[in-house]
């Protein structure tokens, strides 16, 4: 983790079932290094800020507006860019990994979906299990599973809809 990272250990097993989950595909999917590399470095970065406060968090990417749940993917993000990390795919997959964005490459998806599918949540452990075995297999059908998945829930809680996951969902349907 960076020196900077901000995780309680809570949040650091979270994280490691995140990485694990993303290693695991990237093996049975036969990830070139490059990729396998990223994959996990987006993992393993993704919620580094998770835990920072959040006048931190708003100090570090200037948004008083955001809902202060999202800000710590574009906060380390610009974090990572600042201390020399120049993967783009890497950088949007951390930056947009709460909301989702429809541009990503195969990083930013891997990373969305291993956040939802990672063993540890106590909420659908079945579906989630299966999705996360199928992965490597159909990657595509999996991806657009989780991204209605987790609009369904957002929709179901009440919870706002950022543009980018509505395009997000428009791309991927």
Not at 36 to 62: C, F, K, S, Y
Not at 120 to 144: I, N, S, T, W, Y
Request: charge should be neutral.
């Amino acid at each position: 983790m960076p020196a900077w990272a901000v995780v309680t250990d809570k949040r650091q097993a979270h994280i490691g079932r995140v990485t694990a989950l993303l290693d695991r595909w990237a093996a049975d999917m036969g990830l070139t290094a490059g990729e396998a590399r990223g994959w996990h470095d987006a993992g393993l970065w993704h919620d580094a800020l998770r835990d920072a406060p959040e006048e931190t968090l708003r100090a570090i990417v200037g948004d008083k507006l955001h809902p202060f749940g999202v800000l710590h993917g574009p906060a380390a993000a610009l974090k990572l860019e600042a201390d020399g990390e120049r993967r783009t795919s890497v950088l949007e997959a951390v930056r947009w990994h709460t909301v989702g964005f429809p541009t990503w490459d195969r990083t930013g998806r891997a990373l969305f979906m291993a956040d939802f599918l990672e063993p540890g949540r106590k909420f659908m452990v079945q579906d989630r299990a299966f999705l996360a075995a199928q992965l490597p297999h159909d990657f595509d059908a999996v991806f657009r599973q989780v991204v209605r998945m987790r609009l369904e829930w957002t929709l179901r809680e009440g919870n706002g809809i950022f543009s980018q996951t509505v395009d997000l969902w428009n791309a991927v349907r």
